[in-house]
C-alpha cells in the first residue's frame, strides 16, 4: 500500500489520485444564461444528490485559473440552472460542448443541442436528455487559495422533467435512461451488470 500526503504533491497529481478513485461519476450537463442573453452549456463530473427534503444537487466547477468558467460567473450573476442527465445518447454531443469557446459562442449551438423553455426558471433547457432538473441557487462556496480553486454549488431542483418512456410509479428505469459516467482521462462507462443486496434491518 502507498501512502501520500497530498501537501507534498503538486495539485494535477491530487487531481489524478481523485478523478481514478473516485469512479464512476455521475455527469450534469448544465445550461446557464449570460446577462446578455447566451445560454452556455458544459458537463461536470463533480456533481451528485446533497438532499431530497427538499430535493438539492451540488455542483463543484473547477477554476483553473483567477477566470470564472462562465457557468459558475452565469450562477453566481442570476442564481438559475438547468442539470441534465447525461446518457449514451447524447453524450457524444454533449462531450462537444465541453470545447473553450469564449462567452459570447453558445456552445448549446455549436453542438446542435435543442433549447427548450423551462418551466420555473428562466434558463432554457435541452431537449435531448431523458432528465432534467431545473434549479434556483441555495448556497455557493468559493474553494481554493492561490491557484487552482473551484466554486461550490448547491442548487435546489425545483422542476423535474423525465421522459415518460423511463418512468413508471414514480420510479426511474435505470436501462431506459442508460446514463454514463465519468473515469479519469478521455474514459467514460455506461451502466453494466446490476445486482442487488438487502440492506440489514
Do not use: W
Not at 112 to 134: A, D, F, H, N, Y
Amino acid at each position: 500500500m502507498i501512502s501520500i500526503n497530498p501537501e507534498q504533491n503538486k495539485e494535477r497529481d491530487n487531481y489524478k489520485l481523485l478523478v481514478g478513485s473516485i469512479i464512476p461519476r455521475p455527469i450534469a450537463f448544465v445550461t446557464t444564461q449570460s446577462e446578455s442573453g447566451v445560454v452556455n452549456g458544459a458537463p461536470f463530473s463533480y456533481f451528485n444528490i446533497v438532499s431530497s427534503n427538499p430535493p438539492m444537487v451540488s455542483l463543484s466547477i473547477q477554476r483553473p485559473a483567477a477566470e470564472l468558467k462562465d457557468t459558475a460567473r452565469n450562477i453566481y450573476a442570476n442564481g438559475e440552472f438547468v442539470v441534465h442527465v447525461v446518457d449514451r445518447d447524447n453524450v457524444g454531443k454533449i462531450n462537444e460542448t465541453a470545447a473553450s469557446l469564449p462567452p459570447s459562442e453558445s456552445e448549446v449551438e455549436m453542438a446542435g443541442l435543442t433549447q427548450i423553455p423551462s418551466l420555473l426558471v428562466s434558463v432554457p433547457g435541452v431537449q435531448e436528455s431523458k432528465i432534467r432538473m431545473e434549479c434556483r441557487l441555495v448556497e455557493s462556496v468559493a474553494l481554493g487559495g492561490d491557484g487552482p480553486g473551484s466554486d461550490l454549488f448547491i442548487g435546489q431542483v425545483v422542476q423535474f422533467h423525465v421522459d415518460d418512456s423511463i418512468y413508471e410509479n414514480g420510479r426511474i428505469d435505470p436501462r431506459g435512461l442508460d446514463a454514463v459516467s465519468r473515469l479519469a482521462g478521455s474514459n467514460y462507462a455506461a451502466i453494466g451488470e446490476i445486482f442487488s443486496l438487502e440492506r440489514p434491518k
